[in-house]
């Protein structure tokens, strides 16, 4: 019942997640630069950074790693994504001058894995046990 009404495609989530740790770590530094958040506001918070990190690494865990050995055996989006996270750690050890360049880099070479897996899922026509597939009238 809860399945049917919330149906959360893990993709979406991971796009939207990266695309906003992307976004953020734009705009925070904007934000701090122009006076309207401080230094103590818990959107610089890096443990915020690090949780973000972490909820990002499990949906793309589920996700990329799941359909790559469930559907499509494309290596592709867990290559971005890997790189993306690498970028986002380096961006969070960086606390100089590169910082803000590795962290938008990052987010957003994790939100493209995640649209490379659905299209790469999508347009998979191999069929696996445990998923639904319909019979056409011919057969």
């Known amino acids: 019942m809860l399945n049917r009404i919330i149906k959360i495609n893990p993709d979406s989530a991971g796009f939207f997640t990266s695309l906003l740790c992307a976004i953020h770590c734009s705009a ?9 958040i401080g230094t103590g506001s818990w959107l610089h918070n890096h443990a915020f950074d690090w949780v973000v990190i972490g909820i990002g690494i499990v949906i793309a865990g589920y996700s990329i790693v799941g359909d790559f050995f469930r559907r499509h ?8 994504a890997l790189v993306g996270f690498l970028f986002l750690f380096t961006g969070m050890v960086e606390h100089h001058g590169w910082m803000l360049v590795f962290s938008v880099i990052g987010g957003l070479l994790v939100a493209y894995s995640h649209i490379l897996n659905f299209r790469y899922g999508g347009s998979c026509s191999v069929k696996q046990p445990g998923y639904l597939t319909l019979k056409s009238p011919q057969d």
């Open 28 to 36: 925070v530094p904007v934000l701090m630069s122009l006076g309207l």
């Open 73 to 80: 055996r494309n290596i592709r989006p867990l290559i971005t």
